[in-house]
């Protein structure tokens, strides 16, 4: 499979050389043990060196570490452990964003430390943990957050209200040694979005009594009893390693990324649930993650490609008709997840503790300036 020819990417008003190569293409539940919590645990204190072990009873003396800072005006939140995923807050001006490994929830805005909301017990072993959460679309009256997460025996779907425990919303989805990336995304009040990796099968990902693999459409979004969910619809069927879904919020269009064994794949799935379509491919393979999308352009996270891959889309057809943009090529390294911000800008976060050489910063949240001129994000 060749490389392709660079072009001009009009929609976006950048010219940029594409790396690589691409082509068109038209279980069980388990509880949860402990409960999570929502304020921030005690922390052990080391000893200044020198000092003696305290006897029993004696005060311990105390002393804050130095603070994270990054001199990058771009960089949002620094010094966090691996990334999952990670939702806008309404404004556009602050974040929640997952670490996956440790199942904590943080939100984060600049010029302030991240801030602890919400911590969920997880198995952040492999590629699984807390993998990514989505806003309930009343989330301004209703205050609540839906997650995508591993546990021992399975991947689920939770509901996480402040002050009491998970919701299972979801559950069985397979767990494998590898493909257990979720991600979320809310098309109206009443349907949620899941799509689900193969855990390491891919025949699992055709099978239609199977959840892994698939792009599914939720719409039993109150918890009940375990084992009360029903079969929800499937929207995709084929998925490899899942990468994100996004919703253009102008049309309702759906994006879907993911990793299959010869190539990584932008798809498109109508309003209407027509079946996804490949509309880019990237045979080189480029780590193809987090996704967002606005008006006339996809901006797709690389994690090998250290870069956010931005697409303009035909706006009477919504087809890719040009190579894609990189934009931060290298300036960060290997990108996560990916979410439209105020201002034109993309918030992107880093997946440098995963497979990566991180910083003395990483794991760190960045914005990234939209291109202008085109349409979609500005």
Do not use: H
């Not at 603070?67 to 771009?74: A, E, N, S, Y």
């Not at 009477?316 to 290298?330: D, F, K, Y």
Request: proline content about 11%; hydrophobic content about 40%.
């Amino acid at each position: 499979m060749g490389a392709s020819r660079v072009r001009v990417l009009a929609a976006v008003g950048i010219v940029v050389a594409v790396t690589g190569c691409a082509r068109f293409d038209d279980s069980a539940t388990t509880p949860f043990t402990p409960a999570p919590t929502f304020d921030a645990g005690g922390e052990v204190r080391p000893r200044p060196p020198g000092t003696p072990p305290t006897s029993p009873g004696a005060t311990l003396p105390t002393f804050e570490p130095a603070p994270c800072r990054d001199p990058d005006p771009t960089v949002v939140a620094t010094c966090l452990d691996s990334t999952g995923g990670m939702a806008m807050l309404p404004g556009g001006d602050s974040a929640l964003v997952t670490e996956r490994r440790t199942g904590r929830i943080l939100r984060v805005a600049p010029g302030k430390a991240p801030e602890e909301f919400a911590r969920l017990d997880v198995d952040g072993s492999s590629d699984g943990g807390l993998l990514d959460v989505a806003l309930s679309p009343t989330f301004v009256e209703d205050n609540l957050v839906y997650a995508y997460i591993s546990t021992p025996g399975d991947n689920r779907v939770v509901r996480i209200a402040a002050g009491d425990v998970p919701k299972e919303v979801l559950t069985g989805i397979p767990r494998g040694p590898v493909g257990n990336a979720g991600a979320l995304a809310f098309t109206g009040p009443n349907e949620l979005l899941v799509l689900t990796g193969d855990a390491g099968n891919p025949t699992a990902a055709t099978d239609p009594g199977s959840l892994a693999g698939k792009l599914l459409r939720v719409t039993a979004l109150t918890p009940g009893p375990p084992g009360s969910q029903p079969f929800p619809q499937i929207a995709l069927s084929g998925i490899g390693g899942a990468g994100d879904v996004c919703v253009d919020p102008t049309d309702q269009t759906i994006w879907v990324t993911d990793r299959t064994v010869l190539e990584d794949r932008l798809q498109k799935v109508a309003p209407n649930g027509a079946a996804g379509v490949p509309v880019w491919t990237w045979p080189d393979r480029p780590g193809v993650a987090g996704c967002a999308a606005g008006g006339g352009a996809v901006a797709v996270a690389l994690t090998a490609g250290k870069a956010l891959a931005v697409l303009g889309t035909d706006p009477q057809t919504g087809a890719v008709t040009a190579a894609p943009s990189l934009i931060a090529e290298n300036r960060y390294g290997r990108l996560g997840a990916a979410a439209l911000g105020a201002q034109g800008m993309i918030w992107a976060s880093t997946l440098n503790k995963t497979d990566g050489e991180p910083g003395p910063n990483d794991d760190r949240v960045v914005k990234i300036p939209a291109p202008q001129g085109g349409g979609g994000f500005d």
